[in-house]
């Protein structure tokens, strides 16, 4: 499991900068950089000013990345992400399934809408699924490929926009 990042801010392991609506993680963006071949600024750009959540996982499914709009789409902190499997964000009735899919999709990576023609939910940390669109875009670095999958929530059937 990847270790915490440190907050610039505060020096402290992953809390909310004093003063700041979003988290600041220097080791998170290094790493996003690294593996992604970015300027830390450019990363640290894109990772938080994007407007759909992203989270970067290797190929076994591992979170080591998630962006200020994944913690507001999911409920969970990005330190509750870190390390943690993308499979803890699907309905337990689909949990397995999505293991072989996801072994399946490392066999031949390729950017791509995920469920294509399915109604894809997202289980919150609440408990609460919600609908979503997610695309997948394979990253080759040097220490394997990974995965940066952008999500955005889509609306229920009866939601209004608002």
Known sequence: MPGAPLCVATDEVCGRARGEGIMVVADSYEKAAEMLLLDPDLARVWLNFGPDA????????????????????????????????????LPEERRGLHQGHRAQYMQEPRLRPMGRHLDLQMQRRNGVQVPVDINLSPVPTSRGVFVVATIRRRQGPGEVCG
């Not at 992203?54 to 992400?81: F, K, P, S």
Request: hydrophobic share 50%; no cysteine; net charge negative.
């Open 54 to 89: 992203m989270l970067v996982a290797g190929d076994d499914g591992v979170i080591w990345l998630a962006n200020v709009q994944a913690e507001l789409l999911t409920g969970y902190t990005r330190q509750e992400l870190h390390g943690a499997s993308v499979d803890m964000l």
